[in-house]
């Protein structure tokens, strides 16, 4: 982690950082957070991230903390005093500190904020990338607002867990027709047998991710078939590739789902074209 947090106004030392026993982030999970990947120091696919923030906050009436300038500042500032240049930013805003009570607090309350900057070690990923990851699947058990990015996190918390107990790096939830949904962090995609790029349309209960979003475009740009649309564990298992993409692992190659072999058994060529493409334009594009 890194040495210096941002919490309601400070710049704080990340040991001594802390937020108050009521605030309704931490006793309720009423409070929701976005996180940036970071490149050289600079905030990848900022737009969608802000954008996806704003729709957070929305729907859960909870303020914008400050303008998207005045954020953009604070990240920025929290990103330089911690002295990272590869990693991910963390944003919380939670609807604030109130004695506790389910309902919203009767005379509105300031949301509460915290940011934390956390390096990566790109060698790591690169080599993570390149040997390819496997991944347990789990019956999905979520609320039906996965499309708001809140901290209500228990059943990806699980699921992540199962996976990493079972020597997977990644969980994805399957519904009760059979269909992948997404991963626990990450939006799940396959490359079908005839070379189709799938993954699961944003009508469903799923998170829009801004990695997803932006990938779809390079796809695009690569004249890829694409097919925006549900695919089930099955079609998954006979798949030539798959994938997962999010801004922790941007596109990251999957080998195998429940122990059995995707394709060759290896990273496929289009996870790997497509990440190294995704790499090189989110660096390109970040501010
Ligand atoms: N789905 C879930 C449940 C996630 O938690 C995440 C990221 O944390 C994603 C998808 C990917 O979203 P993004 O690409 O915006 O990071």
């Known amino acids: 982690?890194?040495?210096?947090?941002?919490?309601?106004?400070a710049y704080v030392?990340?040991?001594?950082?802390?937020?108050?026993?009521?605030?309704?982030?931490?006793?309720?999970?009423?409070?929701?957070y976005e996180v940036w990947s970071m490149s050289d120091g600079k905030l990848c696919d900022p737009e969608g991230h802000f954008a996806r923030l704003e729709r957070s906050l929305g729907e859960l009436s909870i303020d914008m903390p400050m303008s998207r300038a005045a954020l953009t500042t604070v990240l920025r500032e929290t990103v330089r005093r911690n002295h990272i240049r590869e990693g991910l930013v963390y944003?919380?805003?939670s609807r604030g500190v109130a004695p506790r009570d389910h309902a919203f607090p009767a005379q509105?309350?300031?949301?509460?904020?915290?940011?934390?900057?956390?390096?990566?070690?790109?060698?790591?990923?690169?080599?993570r990338a390149a040997a390819g990851v496997g991944?347990?699947?789990?019956?999905?058990?979520?609320?039906?607002?996965?499309?708001?990015?809140t901290v209500g996190l228990l059943p990806n918390v699980l699921a992540k867990q199962a996976a990493r107990a079972a020597g997977a790096g990644e969980a994805w939830f399957v519904d009760d027709e059979g269909n992948v949904t997404e991963g626990a962090s990450s939006n799940a995609w396959i490359v079908t047998a005839d070379g189709v790029l799938v993954t699961r349309d944003t009508s469903a209960n799923i998170l829009r991710g801004v990695t997803r979003a932006t990938l779809l475009e390079v796809a695009r740009s690569e004249n890829i078939r694409i097919e925006e649309r549900a695919f089930s564990l099955e079609e998954a298992l006979s798949a030539?590739?798959?994938?997962?993409?999010?801004?922790?692992?941007?596109?990251?190659?999957?080998?195998a789902i429940d122990g059995r072999s995707i394709g060759t058994g290896r990273p496929g060529p289009v996870a790997t074209r497509l990440r190294s493409l995704y790499i090189e334009g989110a660096r390109a594009a970040a501010i």
Do not use: S
């Open 135 to 149: 991944v347990l699947t789990t019956p999905e058990n979520r609320w039906g607002r996965c499309d708001i990015k």
């Open 13 to 32: 030392r990340h040991a001594d950082a802390a937020v108050h026993i009521e605030d309704r982030g931490y006793q309720l999970a009423d409070a929701i």
């Open 1 to 9: 982690m890194g040495r210096i947090a941002y919490v309601n106004g």
């Open 108 to 127: 509105p309350v300031p949301p509460a904020v915290v940011v934390t900057v956390k390096r990566v070690d790109p060698g790591a990923a690169e080599a």
């Open 240 to 255: 030539r590739e798959a994938f997962f993409t999010g801004a922790g692992a941007l596109v990251m190659p999957v080998v």
């Open 91 to 93: 944003l919380q805003v």
